[in-house]
C-alpha cells in the first residue's frame, strides 16, 4: 500500500474530515415553497438515499447497508434520515427507486449500480432536481459527484498473481478458465483487465466467460462446458472474479470427479468462500475492508447534502465514460489466503472463529490453528 493510500484509508476510518463551503442556493418555486431537493439548510436534518444493487452476495446486507447507516448516524448525531432500496439485479427496479427517492426529496443519493450505463439516465434526474450523486463500488454514468470504491484493476492482479503462486512451475502444464464478471458490472471489467495483465504470456487460457448477472449457477454452467470442451484433465486452474461464482466453479469442477481441484480465486471473502479456503477447495479470496469504503460514501454525501465539499479525504480522481475527473477515494485490497485468515477477516471482526470453524470445518480449523 503506498503512504497517500494508507493516509486516506486511515483518514477514512478515523472519519476526519475538513469541509470546505460550497455554494447552496435557496431557491424558491412558484408556488413559494422551497425547493425540494438539494443541500439541507443550516442545521437542518438531512435524507440520504441509499440504494444497493442486489441481495445474493452477502456484503451488501451483512456489512455495506449497515456501516454506511452506522457511518451516516455518527457524522450527524443520529440527525439523519437514510431511505433505503435494494434492486436485487434489475436495473429497471433501480431506475425506479432513483424516482421515487427524488419525489421523496432526498438531499444526495449513494448509488451502487445493477448497471452503470442504465443507470446514467437516473443519475442525470438527480441532479436535475438538485440531488448530488455519490457512486459507491461500481462506478456509474453520468453526472456523479464523488466515488468510492477499491482499486479494482489491482483486484484483478492480486487474484491472478495468487493463481501464479498456486500453480507454481506447472502454469504452462494445462490450461486455465476464466470466469469474469459480469459485462453491465464496470468493475467487472477492471478486474478483467487487472488479471490478464499478470496472466497473459504466463498461462494458456482455455475459455473465458462473461458471466451474466454474477450468478454462481451461470458460473456452474460455464463451467461445466469448459470442462467439456477442454477435458477435465486439462484444466488446471480456475480465475473466479468472486465468490460466489467460486461456489459454482467448484460444484462443476466436484461433479466432475476432479480430486484433488484445482486452485481457483475469488473475491469478497464471503463466508462461504472463507469455509472452502479453510477446508482447501478455494484458493484465495480477495478482502475488502468494507469499513472504509462505506465510511468514505458516508463522509462524501453527509458533505454533499450538506452543501460542502469532502477535499480531505479525496485520493484520487476516476474517469467515467461520461465525467472526467471525479473525485474518489480508493481502498487498498489484501489477497486472503489460508495462512492469513486470522490476521485479516477475523482480526477485523468480519467474522468470528466459531461462524468460520462449525462442525463441518473444526478439523480443517485446527490445523490452520484457527481453534
Known amino acids: 500500500m503506498n503512504t497517500r493510500m494508507r493516509r486516506a484509508a486511515v483518514a477514512v476510518a478515523a472519519g476526519a474530515m475538513a469541509v470546505s463551503l460550497a455554494a447552496c442556493g435557496s431557491a424558491k418555486e412558484a408556488g413559494g415553497e422551497k425547493k425540494p431537493s438539494g443541500p439541507a439548510a443550516a442545521g437542518e436534518a438531512i435524507k440520504v438515499g441509499l440504494l444497493l444493487p442486489e441481495n445474493q452476495t452477502a456484503r451488501y446486507e451483512k456489512f455495506d ?3 454506511i447507516e452506522k ?3 455518527d457524522l450527524t448525531n443520529g440527525k439523519a434520515q437514510v431511505v433505503y432500496a435494494n434492486a436485487k439485479q434489475d436495473a429497471t427496479t433501480q431506475n425506479s427507486q432513483v424516482d421515487t427517492m427524488i419525489t421523496n426529496k432526498v438531499n444526495v ?4 449500480a445493477v448497471d452503470a450505463k442504465a443507470i446514467a439516465g437516473s443519475v442525470k434526474k438527480a441532479k436535475d432536481a438538485g440531488i448530488p450523486v455519490v457512486a459507491y ?10 466515488y468510492t470504491s477499491f482499486d479494482n484493476e489491482e483486484v484483478g492482479k492480486v487474484q491472478g498473481k495468487a493463481l501464479l503462486e498456486a500453480l507454481g512451475d506447472k502454469a504452462k502444464d494445462g490450461q486455465i478458465v476464466m470466469m469474469n464478471g459480469s459485462v453491465t458490472d464496470p468493475n467487472a471489467a477492471l478486474f478483467k483487465k487487472g488479471a490478464h495483465s499478470v496472466l497473459d504470456g504466463k ?9 451474466k448477472e454474477w450468478k454462481p449457477e451461470n458460473a456452474n454452467t460455464n463451467m461445466a462446458g469448459a470442462l467439456s470442451a477442454l477435458g477435465k484433465d486439462k484444466v488446471i486452474g480456475v480465475y473466479s472474479a468472486n465468490d460466489g461464482m467460486a461456489g ?10 476432479l480430486n484433488p ?6 473475491q469478497d471473502a464471503e463466508l462461504a468462500g472463507v469455509q472452502r479456503i479453510v477446508a482447501g477447495e478455494q484458493f484465495m479470496s480477495v478482502y475488502k475492508p468494507y469499513a472504509p469504503e462505506a465510511s ?20 484520487n480522481k476516476v474517469d467515467s465514460p461520461t465525467t472526467k475527473g471525479v473525485p474518489s477515494v480508493l481502498i487498498p485490497v489484501v489477497s486472503l489466503t489460508k495462512n492469513n485468515i486470522k490476521d485479516t477477516v477475523i482480526k477485523d471482526g468480519v467474522y468470528t472463529v466459531d461462524e468460520i470453524c462449525t462442525d463441518k470445518y473444526a478439523a480443517a480449523c485446527a490445523t490452520l490453528g484457527l481453534k
Open 109 to 112: 443519493l449513494i448509488i451502487d
Open 71 to 73: 457511518k451516516i448516524s
Open 65 to 67: 447497508k449497515p456501516l
Open 261 to 266: 481441484l484445482p486452485p481457483v480465486t475469488g
Open 203 to 211: 498461462v494458456t487460457i482455455g475459455k473465458e466467460y462473461d458471466t
Open 296 to 315: 468514505a460514501a458516508a463522509e462524501m454525501a453527509v458533505a454533499l447534502a450538506q452543501g460542502k465539499k469532502a477535499d480531505d479525504i479525496i485520493n
Open 248 to 257: 459454482g466453479v467448484i460444484t462443476a469442477l466436484k461433479a466432475a470427479g
Open 137 to 146: 463500488d461500481r462506478l456509474a454514468e453520468g453526472p456523479i459527484d464523488g
